[in-house]
């Protein structure tokens, strides 16, 4: 069966379905619309599957290309979104994109996984292929995946469908131009699967793509956000170091990557997203219980976790040099999204501060031009604040009219977690200035 359907994907006559239409899943499906292929897309929202088939994105923020080709490929009648099942009976490639959360003792939360396999395997075509391009712990595949296909299926793995795991390697902000020049691992429950499947992405993908199996696919996805999660880590630890010593990070990491084979990461003030904060906890999950010692990976997450918190000390620190306490103050927050340009909140550094904020009794007053409720103008809701905190380096915040903020605020005090404001520039305005990574000017 895999040759005919590795024919019928070269030719462009295979049908294909994508399982949820969020941050990777609507472009996925815009992409194999555009390459040819007829796309059914599967998602639980009504008033997102009402958008798609309107042609409109549901995604906001500046996210270059995605709302026009949706636009496109939705007239054209290549690309329409579904809440029904049933309706992939006949369906050769599916490929799932839903959310692999974490709970709060860092265990995987597949719940919108399993969901996805109970309701796709009873419908599932003889010879499908199912990829799974969600992010899952090492193991997922053998222990969760092919297990639930085959019960819910009534079929075995390479006889009545095939299997295989490509995680994404997408961001916000570059969803098109990721899914087209970045390499993919296609790990294959075999090799002619992982061949079947390198045919397939060839359309979208003009990059790498290399074969592997089901454990290696899951493993490069968990290490490589792992590793840049333990970058990061790095680099905010040498923040702090600074702030201590009188240093600045910024001059310091730009001397070091001046040599060979350096490249220290962006300090900052909180790591969010949906992969970074989670990833790093799949892969330690992969070998819970395997005698394994690890301490880097959960200390850097710690360490990355804190930085929300270190923002709220600078701040508390910058205000009583005015006089002032956190209690009962107003504070004006700049940016609530996890990425810059971007409306995605998820695991956001700011909602860390804000809710230590409110614990110390403060008011946040969050402002952020792509997230819908936080809209409005910035001066404005700066009006009578205490101090302002910026937490994202949106493109606005980078043009910020320093003067006008000033006016706007009851207290001249900026904290920066992103080096979006220059410090002497702000300082010689009258700001007092804090910044992630900079020495204290008292």
């Known amino acids: ?80 979104a579904t809440s029904d099942y049933a309706q992939l009976g006949d369906c050769d490639v599916v490929l799932i994109d839903v959310e692999t959360p974490v709970d709060d003792q860092h265990t995987p939360r597949y719940q919108a996984l399993r969901s996805a396999l109970g309701s796709l395997a009873p419908v599932l075509k003889v010879g499908a292929l199912v990829i799974v391009e969600s992010t899952i712990a090492p193991g997922t595949m053998l222990k969760v995946v092919c ?18 795991n490509c995680p994404e390697r997408v961001m916000p902000g570059k969803l098109l131009a990721n899914l087209s020049t970045l390499s993919r691992v296609v790990g294959g429950g075999s090799p002619e699967t992982a061949a079947v499947m390198a045919a397939l992405y060839a359309h979208i993908v003009k990059a790498d793509l290399d074969p592997a199996d089901w454990i290696t696919a899951e493993l490069v996805k968990t290490v490589e956000n792992a590793y840049r999660d333990v970058q990061i880590a790095f680099a905010n630890e040498v923040a702090l170091i600074c702030e201590a010593l009188g240093g600045d990070v910024w001059k310091v990491r730009e ?112 402002h952020d031009p792509y997230v819908p409720e936080y809209q409005g103008d910035l001066y404005e809701l700066g009006r009578g604040c205490q101090a302002a905190v910026v937490m994202v380096s949106h493109r606005a915040y980078k043009g910020l009219d320093l003067a006008k903020l000033a006016q706007a605020l009851s207290l001249p005090v900026l904290v920066d977690g992103r080096r979006v404001v220059d410090a002497n520039y702000a300082r010689s305005i009258g700001y007092h200035y804090r910044g992630i990574g900079q020495e204290t000017i008292r």
């Not at 297990?147 to 295989?164: A, D, H, I, M």
């Not at 900052?268 to 799949?282: N, Q, R, T």
């Open 1 to 80: 069966m895999l040759p005919e359907l590795k024919k019928k994907i070269e030719s462009k006559q295979a049908r294909l379905a994508v399982i949820g239409l969020g941050y990777v899943g609507l472009p996925v499906a815009c992409m194999f619309a555009r390459a040819g292929f007829d796309v059914l897309g599967v998602e639980l929202r009504p008033a997102r599957v009402e958008q798609i088939n309107a042609g409109v994105s549901p995604i906001e923020g500046d996210e270059p290309g995605l709302a026009d080709l949706l636009a496109e490929v939705a007239a054209g009648g290549k690309l329409r």
């Open 147 to 164: 297990p639930l296909l085959e019960q819910g299926s009534g079929r075995q793995l390479n006889q009545g469908f095939y299997l295989g």
């Open 255 to 366: 001397l070091v990557n001046k040599s060979p084979y350096r490249q220290m990461h962006l300090p900052g003030a909180g790591v969010g997203g949906h992969c970074i904060p989670k990833d790093p906890w799949l892969l330690v999950y992969g070998v819970q219980g395997q005698g394994v010692p690890l301490r880097l990976i959960p200390a850097a997450r710690a360490v990355n976790d804190g930085m929300p918190r270190h923002m709220v000390e600078l701040l508390v620190s910058a205000l009583a040099e005015q006089g002032r306490g956190i209690a009962g103050a107003r504070i004006l927050v700049l940016g609530y999204a996890y990425l810059e340009d971007s409306d995605d909140t998820r695991n956001s550094p700011s909602t860390a501060l804000v809710t230590r904020l409110k614990e110390l009794g403060a008011t946040p007053v969050i």
